[in-house]
């Protein structure tokens, strides 16, 4: 009888999609939030309340307030400081795109600074360099969780009486100097979308100085309305539709309590990519590795940079060989000043030249806690056989 042999690609087909990432949402979160949807209240109510109260709790006692995204924050941030028509902004081209949106979006210009090469967070160095009369704020990106350094940060904002808002959505659970970001600083932005560390499917919420900030914020998230007593309502000022709803709150309150336990085994993973990327030479290969940063960083991301033009294929195809044998992968991020929009407004090619590097050749690859080492071993045998053979 002939010996059985398995086709390579059956091999594949049998293996399940490893995705880029994975919310991990337990049965008793589940089980809160069709007791929510059993209550009849499922818009905003006592769950966000009580998911503000958490997350206070948790950032040291400062105020608090829940949004239905991590974008919306940081525009009402900027509202709150008065931000508008004639001001400028600085932050990094090297993020999601509504980092810089909402800079726009209140009537104020964007000014981009360059990124650090090591750390692929906005180069303090440059920053001074950057400032105007004009200047009103900062806006910080940490780029897949590893935060900037505060005190560099704060001391030019403070010398320069700039104010900073913390575009913090992906360093939920990170730390600087053992204090976790969002316990201290200025505003602080957090987003709590599917992919962050912790989710609340959509929605985010904004860290704040006073109770005085907080309560403006709660103008801003719905149409400025202002309630006294059973039938008062007044409106001071203009107003969006931001509110988080407590189907969201629920699974919000649900993952808190496993933000530690999230980010530890993210951890443990990174640190296995770091030994099999050593162990199969990465640096030879011309793949480059973050920063190894197991004290500050919860680790939102798992990022190489592809050899770039010492390769014969573009990222791309890269990412297509990975779906091939059954792998997601990611782009985080296009570099904002290159996109149509803000072209037209002046930016071009060669203006930021290390963060236009970064834009073209960083490969994210999966991470999320539920993933297996094996996974991780997966990732790497397919991502340098592909890179091997291309370079």
Not at 66 to 86: D, Q, V, Y
Not at 253 to 266: A, S
Not at 326 to 344: A, E, K, M, N, Q
Request: proline share 5%.
């Amino acid at each position: 009888m002939a010996a059985s042999v398995t086709h390579p690609q059956a091999s594949v087909a049998a293996l399940a999609f490893l995705p880029l990432t994975r919310p991990t949402i337990d049965e008793e979160t589940i089980a809160g939030v069709v007791q929510v949807l059993r209550s009849g209240w499922i818009t905003s109510g006592p769950q966000v309340k009580e998911f503000e109260a958490k997350l206070s709790a948790y950032f040291g006692g400062r105020p608090v307030r829940a949004f239905n995204s991590g974008t919306c924050t940081m525009e009402i941030a900027l509202r709150i400081l008065g931000i508008g028509p004639g001001d400028e902004v600085i932050t990094t081209p090297l993020t999601w795109v509504a980092t810089s949106n909402v800079i726009l979006e209140v009537g104020a210009r964007p000014v981009f600074v360059d990124i650090d090469p090591q750390t692929r967070n906005i180069d303090l160095n440059k920053i001074e360099a950057a400032i105007t009369s004009k200047t009103r704020a900062i806006i910080p990106v940490d780029l897949a969780g590893l935060p900037v350094d505060r005190d560099r940060l704060y001391e030019i904002a403070n010398r320069r009486k700039i104010r900073v808002i913390e575009d913090a959505a992906q360093s939920f659970g990170s730390s600087f100097k053992g204090k976790k970001i969002g316990s201290f600083g200025d505003f602080v932005s957090f987003s709590f979308h599917p992919n962050k560390n912790i989710t609340s499917i959509e929605g985010g919420c904004l860290v704040f100085n006073t109770e005085a900030e907080a309560k403006l914020a709660e103008q801003y998230r719905l149409q400025g309305v202002i309630r006294t007593g059973n039938d008062g309502m007044d409106v001071e000022r203009v107003g969006g539709k931001f509110n988080l709803t407590d189907v969201a709150a629920r699974v919000g309150i649900g993952q808190l309590p496993k933000i530690d336990e999230f980010n530890v085994k993210r951890a443990e993973l990174v640190k296995y990519y770091f030994e099999l990327f050593s162990q199969q030479e990465a640096k030879k290969l011309g793949l480059g590795l973050p920063l190894a940063n197991f004290t500050d960083t919860n680790w939102h991301m798992f990022q190489v940079m592809l050899p770039g033009t010492h390769m014969s294929i573009k990222r791309s195809d890269v990412m297509g060989k990975l779906t091939e044998v059954g792998i997601g992968s990611g782009v985080h991020y296009p570099v904002i000043h290159l996109f149509s929009l803000y072209r037209s407004l002046g930016w071009k090619e060669g203006d930021f030249p290390v963060a236009e590097n970064a834009g073209r050749n960083l490969l994210t690859l999966p991470l999320f806690p539920s993933m297996t080492r094996a996974d991780v071993e997966r990732v790497v045998k397919a991502l340098v056989a592909i890179v091997s053979a291309h370079i």
